[in-house]
């Protein structure tokens, strides 16, 4: 049973740029959430996606954008890329728009120069 | 209101010892305390969690420790190996479907 799976594991961008992360939930769960996760850091909440529509939302700026599609995989975009935005990136799922028992990814871990 | 305040922020333990790290919160509404363990390289994955309506739970060699009053949990690792050594935050939500407020981390090393 395949967890929950990232893509890239890593990738390289430039300040300005504009950067896509997906996320395929695991196995049976319908709503993907998003986490921030500075070096040395605790996960911070970005924003929650369920039933295709974006239903919570981190203190987080516009830049920073997403989707669901209808097989329940998720897209982080973050547009205008900033050296503050060098993080690991975590797509965590589960089921119903709640948070317990949340399955997290391994990450995708961006790096802004 | 929304901090979660985690420490210590490192920890070296010897083998066969107890680890314990400290979380304290606010906001009295949280009622969903899970512990997250991190690999390098990977991400958090689900320890242990508890609700506050008891005061201890236990999992094999991992106890969370739950004083309301206090509005404090900690995480005991019992019998500490070395491939306990990771990264272990505290988390807190309430109603089910607000987002997890993560503790700053704890960085476990376990030492022969």
């Known amino acids: 049973d395949a967890g929950v799976t990232q893509s890239p594991t890593h990738l390289i961008k430039t300040r300005g740029q504009q950067v896509t992360l997906r996320c395929s939930p695991k196995s049976g769960h319908d709503t993907v959430s998003w986490y921030q996760q500075a070096l040395g850091q605790g996960p911070q909440f970005i924003f929650q996606?369920?039933?295709?529509?974006?239903?919570q939302r981190g203190n987080f700026p516009d830049r920073f954008s997403g989707h669901q599609f209808p097989n329940y995989s998720s897209e982080l975009n973050v547009n205008a890329l900033l050296l503050g935005d060098s993080a690991l990136y975590l797509c965590?799922?589960?089921?119903?728009?709640?948070?317990?028992?949340?399955?997290f990814g391994s990450g995708t871990r961006l790096t802004v120069v | 209101q929304q901090q979660v305040k985690q420490s210590p922020q490192s920890l070296i333990v010897q083998k066969g010892g107890i680890s314990i790290i400290n979380c304290a919160y606010e906001?009295?509404?949280?009622?969903?305390f899970p512990w997250y363990q991190q690999f390098p390289g990977k991400g958090p994955a689900l320890l242990i969690a508890?609700?506050?309506?008891?005061s201890e739970k236990k999992e094999g060699r991992f106890t969370i420790s739950f004083n309301k009053s206090a509005k404090q949990f900690s995480l005991h690792i019992m019998d500490s190996q070395p491939g306990d050594s990771a990264t272990y935050f505290c988390?807190?939500?309430?109603?089910?479907?607000?987002?997890?407020?993560f503790g700053k981390g704890t960085r476990l090393s376990v030492i022969a």
């Open positions: 508890i609700r506050p309506d008891v």
């Open positions: 906001n009295t509404a949280f009622d969903y």
């Open positions: 996606y369920y039933e295709e529509e974006e239903r």
């Open positions: 965590a799922s589960t089921t119903g728009g709640e948070v317990y028992g949340y399955t």
């Open positions: 988390a807190a939500t309430y109603s089910g479907n607000t987002p997890l407020v």
